[in-house]
């Protein structure tokens, strides 16, 4: 059962655009929500995280909104370049770190 | 530092062949995890380790096998693996807090394991 759904599947734009990415999920014991970033044969790393009782948060170009009540949170990359190029997976935890459920990732590429 | 080391970076291995993928960390963490990473896929989780002690197998065979010697290190034995099992392995390690805790996983680069 998938717990957390993430769309789009893949995204393509142009340097400097803002690319969306958008995540749905329906278990409202998640508690916190985690977003990675994963580069061809390489592990996923931490980019940004947000607590449920934040509408927004901001780090460098990469940013969180939550909507609490619709269930959705969603990464926006300002200013985006190629070396964002990469697929990102938004996850939520529940309870401690020890339960992480991932979507299904969202493969971006920033052409010049 | 948010680091998570594991070698090899690559392995080859034939269906008869016994080997073993290393992880390890120094943030303290009490939790570590072995996960499985097909391609265009997220990770898939196979082990979990709590203060050193094994507390999910979420199904795994037998041909894997996983060994937490200490609280920095995390092992997976492998032994007669099929060419199915070709992938992506990771570690990651988190801290075992309370709950509503606010920390996630932090993983390795991942070991790209080739089953021939």
């Known amino acids: 059962q998938q717990q957390v759904k993430q769309s789009p599947q893949s995204l393509i734009v142009q340097k400097g655009g803002i690319p969306i990415i958008n995540c749905a999920y329906e278990n409202t014991a998640f508690d916190y929500f985690p977003w990675y970033q994963q580069f061809p044969g390489k592990g996923p790393a931490l980019l940004i995280a947000i607590r449920p009782d934040v509408s927004e948060k901001k780090e460098g170009r990469f940013t969180i909104s939550f909507n609490k009540s619709a269930k959705q949170f969603s990464l926006h990359i300002m200013d985006s370049q190629p070396g964002d190029s990469a697929t990102y997976f938004c996850a939520a935890v529940t309870g401690t770190a020890s339960k992480l459920t991932f979507g299904t990732g969202t493969r971006l590429q920033v052409t010049l | 530092d948010t680091e998570v080391t594991q070698t090899p970076k690559h392995l080859v291995m034939g269906m008869t062949n016994k080997k073993s993928l290393k992880c390890e960390q120094h943030?303290?963490?009490?939790?570590m995890y072995w996960y499985k990473q097909k391609a265009k896929k997220p990770p898939e989780l196979m082990f979990v380790y709590s203060y050193e002690k094994l507390s999910i197998n979420e199904s795994v065979p037998s041909r894997f096998s996983p060994e937490c010697p200490n609280s920095s290190l995390l092992n997976l034995h492998l032994h007669a693996l099929q060419p199915e099992d070709s992938a992506l392995y990771l570690c990651?390690?988190?801290?075992?807090?309370?709950?509503?805790?606010?920390?996630?996983?932090?993983f390795g680069p991942g070991t790209r394991l080739t089953v021939l």
């Open positions: 990651a390690s988190s801290q075992v807090g309370s709950p509503r805790s606010t920390d996630t996983q932090y």
């Open positions: 943030m303290g963490h009490r939790a």
